[in-house]
Structure formats: C-alpha cells, structure tokens
C-alpha cells in the first residue's frame, strides 16, 4: 500500500469576492522513500496541497491518509520546512535544533547525541555554539533540515525550502538534500514552480495545473543521480 494517499481532495477558499477553488479533485499515491515534486505555476494550488497534507490546512472535500491515518491534524512524523525559516535569534544552533526534542519531552541524552549527528549531517560540524545571525542564508536552512529531523519524521513537506537563496546556494543545497534523502530514506515532497529543477531532484513529478489546481499528470523521472 502507498504510504500516503489522497483522493478527490478538493479546496475552496472563501474570500471577499466570493468562493475560490484553489484545488480541485486531486487524487495521487506516494509510496514510501519516493522524492515527490509538485510543480505548477503561481497560485495552481501547491502550497494549498502541502498544507493539507501537513495538517495545516483542512480539506474542503476528499480523503488524505498516511499509512491509512488521516490527516486532519499536524503529526511528528510528518515535517514542514518553508522558504524562510524562523530560527531564535537569541539561541545557537544547537539550541535551535534541539528544540523540537525538548517540546516533545524526548530523552535529553539521545536528543544530544542525535543533534551532533544531525549538525554532521547537514554540513554544519563546528557551528553548533553559533547563533543565526552569524550564519548565510544557506546555513540557516542547513539548521533548519536538520531541526526538521530531529524529531525523526517520515516525511519531509518542503515549500520550495530554497527558493529564496542565490542560484549557487541552492544547487548546493539541493545536492544536500539528495544526499541526505538517500541516507535517510525519508519520504520528500517539494514544491517548486521550477520544471528544471523538478526533474533534477525527483523520481516523480506531479504537474498542476493553473487554477483551480488539477493534478495534470505525473511524469516518471528515469535519470541517474548526480
Ligand atoms: P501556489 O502555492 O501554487 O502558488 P497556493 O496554494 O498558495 O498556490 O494558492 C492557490 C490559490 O488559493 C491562489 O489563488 C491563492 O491566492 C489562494 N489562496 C491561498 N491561500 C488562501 C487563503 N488563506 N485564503 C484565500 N485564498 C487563498
Ligand atoms: P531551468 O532552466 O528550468 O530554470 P536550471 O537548469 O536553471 O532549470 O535548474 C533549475 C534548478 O535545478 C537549479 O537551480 C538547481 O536547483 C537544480 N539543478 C539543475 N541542475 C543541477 C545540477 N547540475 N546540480 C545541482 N542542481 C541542479
């Protein structure tokens, strides 16, 4: 069975002028470890997409389960990371990742342990006594993976989680974040308004359509990774 499903999910908005369906009948299945993107241009309905799945946002119409669990509610195994991501200014990196694991009453000694491992993982030994405003835009999102594992989710939402950095910065990061993919195994579903970049990091893409956002297709990525 796929591990996250979604079927006939529908979303109307009200607003001022009246109704507005931002998604309309989308159904998909993901299975466990696929790199998803969602692709589409401005306003088809991505963000829209991901909140739902990230409980965030309710459904208007429609199911969407993981592992059979519906999401109606945000949920530890499942990670949100954004374009910008808001860090305490006034903890270091250490603390800044650490803290999901003291909200959720983990135990102290593991959660350290893990934090070093995370730190390593995401490029950022030796920057755990820093503070964010010390750190390139790059480097705050490198935190931010690494806070957004350190609660051990199985899968990783992410709203074009780079989209606000310079071209280098965000192939690099884009790079990292494949690299951790296969190391982890996570389950990743990105959205980016990029085609190019879609292809290059998924194994599927979900095409939207422009509003009201229609799942056009899915495209099959057979590319070798970088
Ligand atoms: P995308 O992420 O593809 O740019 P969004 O999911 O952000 O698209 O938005 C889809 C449509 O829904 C857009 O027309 C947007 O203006 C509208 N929309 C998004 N959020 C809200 C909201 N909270 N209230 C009303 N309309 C919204
Ligand atoms: P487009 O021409 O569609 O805009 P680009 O070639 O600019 O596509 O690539 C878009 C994004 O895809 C890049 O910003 C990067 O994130 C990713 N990408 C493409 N090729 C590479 C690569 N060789 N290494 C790392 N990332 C890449």
Not at 85 to 103: E, K, M, Y
Not at 160 to 177: H, K
Not at 206 to 222: E, H, S
Request: glycine content about 12%; aromatic content about 6%; charged content about 25%.
């Amino acid at each position: 069975d796929a591990l996250i499903e979604g079927n006939h999910l529908t979303k109307v908005y009200g607003t001022a002028t009246g109704p507005l369906v931002a998604l309309a009948d989308v159904s998909f299945a993901i299975e466990e470890g696929e790199f998803i993107s969602l692709v589409g241009p401005s306003g088809c309905g991505k963000s829209t997409l991901l909140s739902i799945l990230g409980g965030l946002e309710e459904r208007s119409e429609g199911d969407v389960a993981l592992d059979g669990e519906d999401l109606d509610r945000p949920r530890t195994d499942i990670g949100m990371m954004f374009q910008t991501s808001v860090l305490f200014p006034w903890r270091t990196v250490r603390q800044n990742v650490r803290l999901p694991g003291i909200v959720l009453g983990l135990d102290a000694k593991e959660q350290a342990q893990k934090c070093e491992e995370l730190l390593d993982l995401v490029g950022l030994n030796g920057f755990g006594d820093r503070y964010p405003s010390e750190l390139s835009g790059g480097m705050r999102q490198r935190v931010a993976l690494a806070r957004l594992l350190a609660h051990g989710p199985r899968v990783l939402l992410m709203d074009e989680p780079f989209g606000a950095l310079d071209e280098f910065t965000r192939e690099t990061m884009n790079l990292e974040l494949l690299r951790i993919w296969e190391k982890t195994g996570k389950t990743v579903v990105f959205v980016t308004h990029n085609i190019g970049e879609s292809v290059f990091l998924s194994d599927r893409v979900f095409v939207m359509t422009p509003r009201p956002g229609r799942l056009a297709g899915t495209i099959d990525v057979d590319l070798p990774r970088p």
